[in-house]
């Protein structure tokens, strides 16, 4: 059964930093082969997508992240990584990872994605 543990969530004061990790392990394909993203919910509202990066290590982010957030994988150690800078109080959420085998380009609904982790909470105080 495949699996995604996240990791390095916690408390910062609004512009601090934090680095969350995803370790993936038991997918049905090869972890090189998946469409890696971050996601996020916040209280009261909808899970969106952050950040993704594909196949071939080609990032992408939200308008919301981009600038301040870098999305990076290592494809012998299977795991993904965010490294969240200059963090707000809107970015205050439980963060996901998720994998998704037949892309192109990382998809941004949540339901295009195979495996999930169980999330990691992000706290931001001003």
């Known amino acids: 059964q495949g699996q995604l543990v996240e990791s390095g969530g916690g408390s910062v004061q609004v512009g601090g930093s934090l680095r969350l990790s995803c370790a993936s392990s038991?997918?049905?394909?090869?972890?090189?082969?998946?469409?890696m993203g971050w996601f996020r919910q916040a209280p009261g509202k909808e899970r969106e997508w952050s950040a993704g990066?594909?196949?071939?290590?080609?990032?992408t982010y939200a308008d919301s992240v981009k600038g301040r957030f870098t999305i990076s994988r290592d494809n012998a150690k299977n795991t993904l990584s965010l490294q969240m800078n200059s963090l707000k109080p809107e970015d205050t959420a439980m963060y996901y990872c998720?994998?998704?085998?037949?892309?192109?380009?990382?998809?941004?609904?949540?339901?295009?994605?195979?495996?999930w982790g169980q999330g990691t909470q992000v706290t931001v105080s001003s």
């Open positions: 998720a994998a998704d085998l037949d892309c192109l380009t990382p998809r941004l609904r949540s339901i295009e994605y195979d495996y």
């Open positions: 990066i594909d196949t071939d290590g080609v990032r």
């Open positions: 038991g997918l049905r394909d090869s972890y090189s082969r998946y469409c």
